[in-house]
């Protein structure tokens, strides 16, 4: 059986193009093979299976009370569940979670990661043999472009702010649970300048690479 990458997101795993320019097809998603799950599993061949499971709006754990079905903790189990047995869960959350109506604070998110994790952990889909493997990404901050972006009043007041600092909370998190932690944003990843958030098609490659050199020493 291969290695099953199982890479929860939201719509930076999903997708999400904020120039429809920047990508072949000329839509708001990019295509399969420019996305960096994709991408990923092309790096690492067919040794590994990448599933990629992203969403646009998904939270850690936050009810959206606009929309239904966001937040991934409930969705975790039947996810793990049926991609078992799970090699390496890759968690990119958070974005979301610090928009103005979901009153969180950076402490707060972590804590959501934190339960996250620690549901993963107990769900019986590892490798036979194996522990709960488990790789934290906190997500780029969103740039100040949001502000004057058609996402701004999505996000709200503090989102920016408050997204600076959940690499800080989520190092915290991983430290405590066990688990793997990289910060995206500090790898320099290209985000649009149109919105702020989303990774370029540029940004998809670059993310895909750095991974394509990490995974493999945390999988065995």
Not at 45 to 72: C, I, N, Q, W
Request: charged content about 20%.
């Amino acid at each position: 059986m291969k290695k099953h990458i199982i890479c929860l997101g939201d719509s930076n795993t999903h997708g999400c193009c904020a120039d429809p320019a920047d990508t072949a097809d000329g839509g708001i998603r990019f295509n399969e093979a420019e996305r960096w799950t994709q991408r990923l599993q092309t790096a690492l061949g067919e040794e590994y299976l990448v599933v990629e499971e992203g969403l646009s709006g998904r939270t850690t754990v936050f009810h959206d009370p606009d929309y239904e079905g966001l937040d991934a903790l409930h969705y975790l189990y039947p996810c793990l569940k049926s991609h078992e047995f799970v090699s390496l869960l890759v968690i990119m959350l958070g974005t979301n979670d610090v928009k103005e109506r979901l009153c969180a604070n950076a402490y707060a998110v972590g804590l959501g990661m934190r339960r996250l994790v620690q549901k993963a952990q107990s769900v019986d889909c590892w490798a036979p043999g194996t522990k709960p493997n488990i790789l934290i990404l906190a997500p780029p901050p969103i740039g100040e472009g949001v502000v004057n972006s058609d996402l701004a009043d999505e996000m709200g007041l503090g989102a920016v702010e408050k997204s600076k600092q959940l690499a800080k909370q989520y190092a915290a998190v991983a430290a405590e649970t066990g688990v793997h932690f990289l910060d995206v944003g500090a790898l320099g990843c290209e985000i649009s300048p149109v919105d702020g958030m989303h990774l370029t098609r540029k940004g998809h490659a670059q993310l895909a690479d750095h991974l394509a050199v990490l995974i493999p020493t945390l999988v065995t």
